[in-house]
């Protein structure tokens, strides 16, 4: 017999089937005339690191566009590719900066910003050579984000470091690390040092997850890649939580358009406009699939009590909700989106191509055999 949830996954298929012919029609409509007959004035644009996935995106978006583009990093990470860009070598975690001295620069866009010193190190060098900063930071400068029902904007409390792990950081690596610690709070010093050394010229940017092809992280990628294989599918807590990505695509485009449109101040880069439901992500997962799906909601009781881990073994998901980040700034500035259909499509075609050669990494999601007995457990429940 079909649940309620499946009957509303089922309107929401037809809708979101619906909206993506809608906006596949007045797809040619989105681009005004204005910005074909005038295109953005040529920028000379430095990215800091960022050669694996936000970076590309960045890159490509700049160069589509019509920018000059110069890439400094150490060179371990894809140093193949872009083989026409020029290319300056260095480290900041050895303040191995003399290939920026007096290169001059429209803007630097800082990727790879996690220690307040090395932001400060790059900003002073910027201050002297660039007009503008844009600095990718992240939600997680929030303390209460994750653990709050209250929605957070970018006048919320940013968190911070003590005064002796701050000493230390070069050596604690997990710290700045993404999921470590310290990393959302190193990364609101970040924003302060750039802000201190180029006063009134910065735009700090702070996505939430990013997501989209090349995201080997698979906390997104996982549910594209399970729906698809089928099947019964655990499907967590309550339906109507509130989901927010972004496009590694559209923050890539927006961080170019940041400088191009002279966007200054500090932006939650997050989606979308309107609310996605969780029900409503897994609705366009199943639409992205020819397999027959069956998603098997469980509250959060019942996932707890089978020690299911949040975030990482069942992900987007956290037990009793949280609120969200509004981004109604950035959208005033420019942020887009395109539809969660095409992340979603684009992101398990990418996941299709690279299971051909190397496996997926395997660190989210649960076991197929404990996602089998969370299931049976939650239909006992259910005729009990």
Not at 212 to 231: I, N
Not at 293 to 317: C, I, K, R, S
Request: glycine letters at 10%.
């Amino acid at each position: 017999m079909s649940t309620n949830h499946d009957r509303d996954l089922t309107q929401t298929r037809r809708r979101f089937l619906a909206s993506s012919l809608g906006a596949a029609a007045i797809a040619p409509l989105a681009v005004p005339a204005a910005a074909a007959a005038f295109p953005p004035a040529k920028k000379r644009l430095l990215i800091l690191g960022g050669t694996s996935f936000l970076g590309p995106a960045i890159i490509d978006s700049a160069l589509a566009r019509g920018h000059e583009v110069v890439l400094f990093n150490r060179g371990k990470t894809n140093a193949e590719h872009y083989p026409e860009l020029e290319k300056l070598r260095g480290d900041r975690n050895t303040d191995d900066l003399a290939a920026l001295a007096g290169r001059k620069f429209d803007a630097y866009i800082d990727t790879s910003g996690y220690v307040p010193a090395h932001v400060a190190a790059t900003a002073k060098l910027a201050a002297e050579n660039a007009a503008a900063y844009v600095f990718v930071s992240t939600v997680s400068v929030y303390p209460r984000f994750g653990g709050s029902s209250e929605d957070v904007d970018e006048t919320s409390e940013t968190g911070t470091v003590p005064d002796d792990v701050l000493a230390q950081i070069d050596t604690i690596n997990a710290s700045f690390r993404e999921g470590g610690r310290w990393y959302g709070g190193l990364k609101a010093l970040c924003e302060a040092e750039a802000e201190k050394a180029m006063p009134g010229r910065v735009a700090n940017l702070r996505p939430g997850l990013i997501v989209g092809p090349r995201d080997s992280s698979d906390r997104f990628t996982w549910w594209p890649v399970r729906v698809d294989r089928g099947g019964e599918v655990l499907a967590p807590g309550n339906p109507q939580a509130k989901v927010q990505v972004i496009d590694v695509r559209d923050l890539g485009e927006w961080c170019v358009r940041c400088v191009e449109d002279e966007v200054r101040g500090v932006y939650n880069a997050v989606g979308f406009q309107g609310t996605v439901t969780m029900q409503d992500f897994l609705g366009a997962c199943r639409c992205a699939t020819s397999q027959p799906v069956e998603f098997v909601w469980a509250d959060d009781a019942t996932l707890q009590e089978h020690e299911v881990g949040a975030w990482m073994e069942m992900p987007l998901w956290i037990p009793g909700g949280r609120g969200g980040v509004r981004n109604e700034r950035a959208i005033a500035k420019g942020l887009g989106f395109r539809p969660l259909g095409d992340t979603i499509r684009d992101t398990l075609s990418w996941a299709r191509e690279e299971a051909k050669t190397r496996k997926l990494s395997g660190r989210t999601g649960i076991a197929p055999e404990k996602e089998a007995k969370v299931i049976a457990a939650v239909k006992a429940k259910r005729k009990g």
